[in-house]
């Protein structure tokens, strides 16, 4: 059976490019990038190479470029390196859960939180984040504010107007930082026009390897290290270096950047409004985030009197992997925070999916999914209660 997979925004594939580009380090060039001999220098150049890539990426010095070991240890930086008792946190309620449990931890250990909620469009407005910073905290004292927004919801791609939030920020003389992770290859970054102190990224959502990530720290932000121990990293983040993950992510990032400015997104862009207005076609769907600005590869798609959870189960048994929700959140059967902040009812966020593109992604693919949707969809709707007339 064909298989079509459209949860890129839960992980994707390595590029070919990038697993050639790792093989060497395995075992060849196996050295530890602290060693002063051949094979530890070899190692060290490599990691310095892509660190090169990647602070060209976020357009940063070589020295702002932190790697880590994915999105969750980023996320989980910025906010317990820079936050104590008594500062405050300025978050959305539309974060991922890297954010949300890191922002819940900081609450219980007296750092004040507040969780500024989207529009029904998934948009945050600037002005309730501007409101949310306390004025008595601008005075310059020394307790710190730290402004964590994402640049691109993991679940509908909606487009966080981060630059206006970094002016914000810097008005209120407040710490900064985004989560890239679902912005990473899918928009130019520039940390220096997003204004921001932190961001996180991470490589296998740009089909890199899992278990990397890079952080952007600007210089002279006191973070202190989530990880001690020897002085790697400039002392920011200790532990040997992933040294073939470290070069898997140079590579995936230097693709991310050539597929800016090939045309690949617009390609993808274009697959993907093929595949939500095909199916659109269904009665009885909707977007989740219309309107607002989003990544080139999502659609969040409800489908009424549909149980999100059962389709994606029959569209798995069609050759079709999606998701309802974001794959943190797979085997639950909470409905999603996302949707539900944006101010969908249980029921409407139950019967949710997330559709996102791989950069390869074909006509192909495009084709599968909308052969196998409308006729799923039907399926389940002439099984559920309502349709049986069981409800009474
Ligand atoms: N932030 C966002 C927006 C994400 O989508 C994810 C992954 O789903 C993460 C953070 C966590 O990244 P990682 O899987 O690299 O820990």
Sequence with gaps: MRRT?????????????????MRPYWMEQFGNASSIYQQGQQARTAVDRARETL????????????????????????????????????TTSIEHSAVLRAAERMAERGVEVT??????????????????????TRLGNSRRIL??????????????????????AAEAGAFFHIDAVQGAGKVELDV??????????????????????????????PIDPLVVGGSHERRQRAG???????????????????????????????????????I???????????????????TNIRFEQVEGEALVIALDLKGVAVSGG??????????????????????????????SLLRTASDDDVEHVLRVVPEAVEHLRALSPEAAGTLG
Excluded at 59 to 81: K, R, W
């Design 192 to 221: 220096r026009r997003f204004g921001c102190h932190l961001l996180s990224i991470s490589a296998h959502k740009m089909h890199g390897p899992k278990g990397v990530g890079a952080m952007f720290v600007r210089r002279g932000t």
């Design 280 to 298: 659109l076609k269904i009665a009885g769907t909707g977007v989740n985030g219309a309107g607002a600005p989003r990544t080139a590869n999502t």
């Design 240 to 278: 040997t270096e992933n040294v073939p993950g470290i070069v898997g992510m140079g590579k995936a990032a230097e693709l991310a950047m050539e597929s800016l400015g090939d045309g690949t997104i617009e390609r993808v862009a274009g697959l993907r409004d093929r595949l939500e207005a095909g």
């Design 115 to 136: 969780f500024v909620a989207p529009l029904p469009n998934g948009l945050i407005e600037p002005e309730e984040i501007k409101r949310a910073v306390r004025p008595e």
């Design 326 to 355: 974001s794959a943190c959140h797979s085997g639950s059967t909470e409905p999603s925070h996302v949707l539900m902040a944006m101010g969908l009812d249980k029921n409407a966020a139950r019967a949710s999916l997330r559709f």
């Design 55 to 90: 602070a060209e990426m976020l357009n940063c010095h070589d020295a702002e470029v932190v790697f880590n070991s994915g999105g969750t240890e980023g996320d989980n930086t910025a906010i317990f390196g820079l936050l104590r008792p008594g500062d405050q946190l300025v």
């Design 5 to 21: 997979y459209m949860d890129a925004n839960a992980t994707t594939p390595l590029l070919p490019e990038v697993m050639e580009a």
């Design 147 to 168: 402004i964590s927004v994402m640049l691109a919801n993991n679940e509908t791609g909606v487009l966080q107007p981060v630059e206006e939030i970094g002016k914000i």
